[in-house]
């Protein structure tokens, strides 16, 4: 913060001629671009998801060679996490950086290169995984050409992003900020990481590492996207906009302070989870399930904060679809932060490891808790973007109620039909003889789970549906021309954060 | 809940050291950084430094030009997003595929793929286990060997043709990455590969198969295939005996 008796030196001499405020504006076109692709490849992405969850119960919809489960699966993680994850905390990371910051954008062309890059990528993972042209590491199943693409566009995010930071007019970082500054750093790093390959074609490459190397690698990589990519952004997404919807500050500045470094440097460690039981050293297997057992806490450090900023405001959700929505998805976050680091020990990975239980796990993660504190944020942004209120609030309360019990559907029938599984494999009778030596017995048992799961995840989808045509139809009638929020400050207060912050210091 | 309005706490001297900090967003960013390798180079450095985790089994070879070819496709298809391909030490696992995974013979596998979900089952030791004639009739219509699969169908393994083109410069590149290929082995890769096709081809034909299958797709996924748990197979009469978890 500044002190009041802090000189400002950028703060020229009195000037008959010149304004005593300084007037800037923030760029909510890049936002609004960013929460319109998240919705449409939200829908994309799960469209997939239900095409796949017929499938694996009904093989006749696996349409050769192009759409079968097997080069669909990595367009479906792809498109949520990458599409629908990605473009959302993108346009939850330009709304409030540049809020908290007191400063538009560093460069209006980079918004624009990182969200038409962005987009020109996912368009080319759509195309390039049906034909088959993929690395087969998950959730980094592009190509080499892409990867590049990828990193430049990260870069150009960077910059536009750190330009803001040290153009800004606040000299101090809310939490939020940096939890985004965890985000960029560390995916840049892990991205780069797992990705380097030795290409011998267009659309073909062999990694650098080999067997357990590249295993570790992949899983260093593989378990922290989800937690830079779809934790730590969405953290920050969640301090910015819960304490909006909910008119309360943070629940505890100290505790977001504990909360942020110990999950910052704990989850770098726990990938080898992943890989418990395999060929992978004995100390590293050990060492992954112990860090990923601490997560828990910092972890739940998260949720606390979130759900105490309600505290004397439970009554808001009542009303607020909002707040309905951010509630579920921090519940989920905390319930699948308390599931993972239980998976994560080495007897109940025994039972859940290749099974269904982590496919619900995952789910409970990505549409409970990404998806859910996306819809949040669309619901409390849009009648600020759009400057008009939601055509209807009756649809926004159908969607929080059919993604709800969609999720809850999904999840109950993967837990069911994962242990089950889990529980057939390692049957033994009496006389010590698998009790189902043939593996397709074992397959047969949890296909009713199968449509179970389909029902939940297209009323999950049905919501999403909800929210296009309930956002298709609020656009429609807001007002054509949306200029840009300008902001006036006092030219004192205004003074760039960067020299009040070093006198400060 | 209690009702009334919270108040900011009063900022602590702790406090104010990390205010500090939450006004440098270079220090931040450093600190973040630093953060994020301790892990990061604790967990690889043993890997990468010390050779036990990628030593090679000593019956292990390298995968022949067809099996590589045949590997590709395994990768094409995505056949990893259903099978795995690393048997964990437990009794019921042993029994039904064979001995646990070893980082030995996976040392010149890359990409690994061990894959992380069984929606069919494990392949690591699927060599040998069935004669050639009953994975082409597999991968052409699952059902027709295993009833009640769900697997896809992938008849166009059948029909297309093997690209071979690329495959000298394929097991180049797995020579620069240091998988012990001679400069022969790339130069006669495609010669190679031609050849073990032919067989492959005879004996699915001498089986009652088809009969013109040597320069399509599916004898390379077959080779591959067959290969599977092979070298762990012709190292298990030295190998120590693994305790299993039952």
């Known amino acids: ?505 | 809940m209690s009702s009334s309005v919270p108040t900011p706490k009063k900022t602590t001297s702790s406090h104010g050291r990390h205010r500090r900090i939450e006004g440098w967003p270079l220090v931040f960013t450093v600190l973040v950084t630093v953060s994020i390798l301790v892990g990061t180079v604790v967990e690889f450095a043993p890997i990468f430094l010390a050779r036990g985790a990628t030593t090679p089994m000593a019956t292990l070879t390298p995968f022949t030009p067809l099996e590589l070819a045949g590997r590709d496709l395994y990768i094409r298809e995505g056949c990893n997003n259903c099978h795995s391909q690393m048997v964990r030490p437990f009794q019921d696992e042993v029994q039904r595929y064979g001995p646990p995974g070893t980082a030995a013979e996976t040392a010149y596998e890359t990409p690994f793929l061990w894959g992380s979900k069984r929606t069919g089952p494990d392949l690591s030791r699927v060599g040998g286990k069935y004669p050639h004639l009953w994975h082409v009739r597999h991968m052409e219509e699952p059902v027709s060997t295993s009833p009640r699969s769900i697997m896809p169908p992938y008849p166009w393994l059948l029909t297309r043709r093997l690209d071979l083109d690329d495959l000298p410069r394929r097991v180049r590149a797995h020579q620069t990455l240091g998988i012990p290929y001679s400069d022969a082995d790339v130069a006669g890769a495609v010669d190679a590969a031609r050849t073990q096709a032919q067989a492959i081809a005879q004996e699915v034909a001498s089986q009652g198969g088809p009969a013109d299958l040597a320069d399509r797709e599916i004898v390379a996924m077959v080779a591959f295939l067959q290969r599977l748990g092979v070298d762990a197979r012709a190292n298990a009469a030295n190998a120590p005996t693994t305790a299993l978890v039952r």
């Open chain 1, 1 to 505: 913060m500044a002190l009041p008796d802090t000189p400002a030196p950028v703060v020229a001499p009195a000037d008959e001629g010149r304004s005593r405020f300084e007037v800037f504006s923030y760029d909510d076109q890049i936002v609004r671009f960013f929460l319109l692709a998240t919705v449409i490849w939200g829908a994309v992405g799960m469209l997939v998801g239900v095409l796949l969850a017929i499938q694996l119960p009904w093989p006749e919809a696996n349409l050769g060679p192009y759409l079968t489960f097997g080069r669909l699966r990595p367009l479906h993680t792809n498109a949520v996490i990458f599409a629908f994850a990605g473009n959302s905390i993108f346009a939850a990371m330009y709304y409030s950086t540049q809020r908290l910051c007191k400063a538009r954008m560093f460069s209006d062309v980079m918004s624009r290169v990182h969200f038409w890059g962005w987009q020109a990528i996912i368009v080319s993972a759509a195309i390039t995984l049906p034909l088959g042209i993929t690395t087969s590491k998950e959730y980094a199943e592009l190509e080499w050409p892409i990867d590049i693409a990828i990193a430049v566009v990260w870069v150009v995010f960077a910059v536009n992003f750190f330009g803001t930071l040290w153009r800004r007019r606040e000299p101090h970082m809310y939490v939020a900020l940096w939890f985004y500054i965890a985000t960029i750093i560390t995916v840049a790093v892990l991205h780069i990481g797992n990705s380097l390959a030795l290409p011998v074609a267009l659309g073909k490459s062999y990694p650098i590492y080999r067997g357990v190397q590249d295993a570790l690698v992949q899983w260093w990589y593989g378990h922290n996207a989800v937690a830079f990519f779809l934790t730590t952004p969405f953290l920050g997404l969640m301090y910015y906009f819960l304490p909006k919807a909910a008119e309360r500050p943070v629940f505890s500045y100290r505790l977001s302070i504990i909360h942020f470094w110990s999950l910052v440097f704990v989850y770098i460690w726990a990938g080898p989870h992943h890989l418990l039981y395999t060929a992978v050293p004995e100390w590293a297997a050990t060492l992954g399930m112990v860090f990923s057992v601490m997560l828990w806490m910092p972890s739940w450090g998260g949720m606390i904060n979130g759900l105490f900023t309600l505290r004397g405001a439970w009554d808001k959700l009542r009303d607020s679809v909002v707040l309905k929505m951010f509630v579920i998805g921090i519940t989920f976050y905390g319930m699948s932060t308390f599931e993972g680091p239980m998976l994560s020990v080495k007897s109940v990975n025994a039972l859940s490891h290749y099974t269904d239980w982590n496919i619900a796990h995952v789910h409970s993660g990505a549409l409970g808790w990404n998806g859910f504190l996306t819809f949040g944020m669309i619901y409390w942004l849009v009648p600020r973007l759009w400057r008009t209120e939601w055509w209807s609030e009756k649809m926004a309360t159908a969607h929080f109620w059919t993604g709800t019990i969609g999720i809850l559907l999904y999840v109950l029938a993967m837990y069911t039909s994962g242990i089950t599984q889990g529980l057939m494999w390692r049957a033994y009778d009496d006389a010590g003889r698998l009790v189902y030596p043939d593996f397709i017995e074992t397959v047969v048992q949890i296909i009713p789970m199968y449509w179970v799961r389909l029902l939940g995840g297209t009323l999950y989808l049905l919501g999403v549906v909800g929210l296009i045509v309930n956002l298709w139809m609020t656009i429609r009638k807001a007002p054509k021309h949306l200029p840009d929020p300008a902001v006036a400050l006092p030219a004192e207060a205004a003074a760039p954060a960067r020299y009040s912050a070093r006198t400060a210091a």
